[in-house]
């Protein structure tokens, strides 16, 4: 049988990336977002090579998540694959100037949000002893830059999570990952710049920042090797970047 892959923040950058190279190798997909236009529209051009169905909901409202995961199909049930990609941050100051409402968002998205989802699908893959977990993080896991702050500590949530999944599922067969990834250019600073394109697109001038497909690519690697075989963390950068504040602009 096909897997089955769920993937959260499915509309766009790395989720969307990710489903359409998941889609040309024969998973199953179960596409999440808040957008149902967006879903839809994926869905129609993913569905002309996979099953496809979606879920439109919050990962940062549980029972909206509960409910969702609950409402699936008899035939999407079964969850081989769990993508945590939903994530966000919003953005840029020191501390002392952060917006508490920033800083709700990301901590609502990046760490409850990504616990709701997980707690609704652990009971099957531990019923069945098998399974896959994938965690989007950041290089902001790794390390702490200049007013990144409070993004940062949630990044450094998912890698504690990360670890934490890894060993109390350990005894239940379960695959526990994350993908730990330097700059990408997707809409991801837009969204911390508060729609500022102008200012966004600076980040990746003068370099050749990653593409949402070249983490796909490693995500598609790392969940497709041989179950004996778990890439438990990886970071990721693009050539021109040496840590989270090094990055060789020309």
Not at 227 to 245: F, M
């Amino acid at each position: 049988m096909k897997p089955t892959a769920f993937i959260t923040g499915a509309t766009s950058g790395i989720g969307k990336a990710t489903a359409e190279i998941f889609a040309k190798n024969n998973i199953r997909l179960i596409l999440c977002g808040r957008r149902a236009d967006r879903l839809e529209s994926i869905k129609k051009e993913l569905s002309k090579l996979t099953e496809v169905t979606t879920l439109q909901f919050d990962v940062s409202k549980r029972k909206e998540v509960e409910s969702a995961i609950k409402s699936l199909p008899e035939n999407f049930k079964k969850i081989d694959i769990l993508i945590n990609n939903a994530g966000n941050a919003h953005g840029l100051s020191t501390i002392q100037d952060g917006d508490i409402d920033d800083w709700d968002a990301m901590l609502d998205i990046n760490v409850k949000g990504l616990l709701y989802v997980s707690k609704a699908i652990f009971p099957q893959m531990i019923e069945r002893n098998n399974g896959f977990i994938l965690n989007i993080g950041s290089i902001a896991a790794k390390e702490v830059y200049p007013n990144g702050n409070v993004y940062c500590a949630s990044k450094h949530a998912v890698d504690a999570i990360n670890k934490g999944m890894r060993i109390d599922l350990n005894k239940h067969n379960i695959r526990v990952s994350a993908i730990h990834p330097g700059a990408v250019e997707t809409a991801f600073s837009e969204v911390r710049f508060k729609g500022d394109s102008k200012k966004a697109k600076s980040v990746y001038a003068g370099y050749k920042a990653l593409q949402a497909e070249d983490i796909a690519d490693i995500i598609h690697f790392v969940v497709t090797r041989p179950y004996h075989v778990n890439i438990e963390d990886l970071v990721v950068y693009p050539t021109a970047q040496a840590s989270a504040t090094i990055i060789n602009k020309q």
